[in-house]
């Protein structure tokens, strides 16, 4: 089993920015590609960025490409969202997961493990 616990959400002004972590505990956390998702009210969890195991690869939804950077710190078993020049469409709850490989990153069924969420709230 692997335990993701997220923080780091909050309210923000569009244009602003958060940085949201996930620490992972149970399992050998350099085993597991990590993932960001979100899901708004009404809508169904999507896609935001995913790193592999060793962090070489990188990955991220069109719509956060240049504003978001995911990036891992293995040795603190963490994981981060930089989040930039935040919208109102960014408005979400934000969950990590872990999966066993980079296989398929972008997709929520493919994932073993998920956190509780964070919420992300960016007022215009």
């Known amino acids: 089993q692997v335990q993701l616990v997220e923080s780091g959400g909050g309210l923000v002004q569009a244009g602003g920015s958060l940085r949201l972590s996930c620490a992972a505990s149970?399992?050998?956390?350099?085993?597991?590609?990590m993932g960001w998702f979100r899901q708004a009210p009404g809508q169904e969890r999507e896609f935001v960025a995913a790193?592999?195991?060793?962090?070489?690869?990188?990955y991220y939804a069109d719509s956060v490409k240049g504003r978001f950077t995911i990036s891992r710190d293995n040795a603190k078993n963490t994981v981060y969202l930089q989040m930039n020049n935040l919208k109102p469409e960014d408005t979400a709850v934000y969950y990590c997961?872990?999966?066993?490989?980079?296989?398929?990153?972008?997709?929520?069924?493919?994932?073993?493990?998920w956190g509780q969420g964070t919420q992300v709230t960016v007022s215009s």
């Open positions: 790193m592999s195991r060793s962090g070489r690869s990188t």
């Open positions: 997961a872990a999966k066993e490989t980079r296989v398929g990153v972008t997709t929520p069924t493919l994932y073993d493990y």
């Open positions: 149970g399992r050998t956390f350099s085993n597991y590609a």
